[in-house]
């Protein structure tokens, strides 16, 4: 369900709140932790962050937005709960789910070693901030060419206050959250608890999601401070299968029918019940003279049961790891440098059982699979800065991964193993700052990724250790422009991919990858934003406005499907053109008025470019007033054009069932009450 706005990176009921109006989201001049760079964002290349005070822009039932709202990114959601991330074409690879992006929370790694991402664990209560790196980011985080993802969970200010807030909606939406923070100087915590609930617009996606965050920040000395975090989330959600063009044109509503022998969604109750428990602890300590170290230890689980309509999987997901880096930095009377080296670890020990589904029970047993997973890099970085004119940072990483699949449920027991290891992984970035609101910058990235093991092991069954992890590398040039009330980006860039892994489908449905080929990726991406604070007693407090544009030409250079040679097609699942904008008006009273529009230009389907998803334009509102007492009232409408389209295509599937129809015109309002408290420096 798209949300033309959310309310994501929610500061924690912050001081800001209780202005009923966005305050102006200084986006580059905001500082930027990616890379340890700590710097403001107009003096990075590819890097994008989404503040809090982007935070009051709609339901906060889903990412969706705050992702759609940064150029060259797209979320997709087929029904509410599942969700799939591309950034600059990572959607090649990933008919669901997060695969090919690096995520991290509060400092460790929310990707498991098989290099999945269970995004749909996080809310917006779980985080307060997040970056996003756009392109090749390997020479610190590891592997995946299409990006990385951070997130924070504590507000960079601690705050004492608590708060709730209760929303309804079309299509049966509830929620509820709860959430308080307090904290000082050497003490910052915050807790809260979500639950989501949906039925969604289509038969069979009802959904419910219950969530509890927790993070606590202590700082003993000036020289250390210790972090822990525990995040836990419980989520059912009905996945209701793609249609066919004419199944979409009769009723899009509707969910997968019996086709071919198979039975509906509904027959065989088709749903992901998961279930995901994190604890980390961190600490950050200044070691005497220029050195410092930070650390981070995690334990998570992950537990998986999905009766589809093909079989019944259960999946069982303990792993564990940790970052360790140290920094050397040394002021001169020029600039700076820094140094920083560490390394990362993580160990993943799952199993994974498909049987035979019978009205949504396992039946008969068909695989059980124990997997050992390894993954791990060095990095070293390098970091100087000339005058405060010259930026300049250069960082590799050297890589290893490995996968061992024993089959117990077949005799004689076997193991096959693969070792992904020598992969090298550079980073050069040069910037220039030009007068006090220019910079321009270029990037020379080198990009790695290897199969998933969601790609060695798909849903056909069939271990796949055959297959060559993926590489390219990535030529990237930005301007970008700053001056007071107007801010500007412009940024191209080019992407060969080798090697590339291609989803295919064989006649049940069932995915399977291969190595089809190259890939050229040629984008361009560009971001405006103006805001205007108008003069005390006019009858409109400021004005802002914010657009973002994404023009990807993605091509096969060299692709192999069968005996076809398809060099010169666009790649499946990415339109070429899509365009953002937000606006808010703020009046007396606290009252204001937001709009937001969201077009996507037609999207191919298939690797032969003979299908494709039309084009659609999305056009939310929103209105809201602040009320004594700490109350904040607001409602809103999305897709006012009543629009159907596709949101979450399935790719190349031999059947032509690739649509997943998003809602059409839909409210919300919500009620939210916060108090804030006076806390101790």
Known sequence: MLKIGVWLLLPIFSKAQSDTTLQAADTLQATVRAFELHRKALLTVAVEQLPAAAAMRGTGTSLLTAFNSVAGVRMEERSPGSYRLNMRGSTLRSPFGVRNVKVYWNQIPLTDPGGNTYLNQLGANSMAAMEVVKGPAGSMYGAGTGGMVQFESLPATPTHEAGVEIMAGSYGLFNILGQASFGNQKSNQAISFAHNQADGYRQHTRMRRDQVAYTAQLSTSPAFQLQASALFANLYYQTPGALTQAEYDKDPSAARPAAGGLPSAQQAQAAIYQQNALASLSSTQQLGGRWSNTTALYLAWAQVKNPSIRNYEQRSEPHLGGRSYFAWQKQHSRGSITWITGAEYQAGFFTTRVSKNKNGQPDTLQTEDDINLQTGFAFTQLDAVWNNKWYATAGISLNRQQVAITRVNRYPVTQQQ????????????????????????????????????????????????????????????????????????????????????????????????????????????????????????????????????????????????????????????????????????????????????????????????????????????????????????????????????????????????????????????????????????
């Open 418 to 681: 693969r070792t992904y290891s020598g992969q090298v992984a550079p980073r050069l970035v040069v910037l220039r700052k030009l007068g006090r609101s220019f910079s321009a910058g270029a990037t020379v990235s080198r990009g790695f990724s290897p199969p998933t093991l969601a790609e060695v092991l798909p849903s056909t069954g069939i271990i796949s250790t055959q297959l060559e992890a993926e590489s390219g590398i990535n030529y990237e040039a930005v301007v970008k422009y700053h001056r007071q009330a107007l801010q500007a980006e412009l940024g191209a860039y080019y992407f060969g991919l080798r090697n590339a892994l291609a989803l295919r489908r064989d006649a049940s449905g069932a995915d399977y990858y291969v190595n089809a080929g190259k890939t050229n990726q040629n984008g361009l991406e560009a971001k405006l934003s103006w805001q205007k604070a108008l003069p005390a007693g006019s009858i409109l407090r400021h004005i802002k406005l914010e657009g973002t544009y994404t023009f990807a030409h993605f091509t096969y250079e060299d692709y192999r499907r069968d005996t076809l040679r398809l060099a010169g097609n666009t790649l499946p699942g990415i339109p070429s053109h899509t365009c953002w904008a937000w606006a808010e008006v703020a009046g007396p009273a606290g009252l204001y008025l937001q709009a937001s529009y969201l077009f996507n230009a037609f999207t191919y389907l298939n690797d032969v470019n003979t299908a494709r998803a039309m084009p659609f334009h999305l056009l939310g509102l929103r209105a809201g007033i602040a009320l004594p007492h700490g109350l904040h009232l607001y409602a809103g409408a999305d897709n006012l054009l009543n629009q159907t389209y596709s949101l979450g295509n399935d790719l190349n599937d031999p059947r032509g069932r690739f649509f997943n129809a998003a809602p059409g015109r839909n409210w919300y309002a919500e009620l939210r009450w916060s108090v804030v408290g006076k806390g101790k420096g």
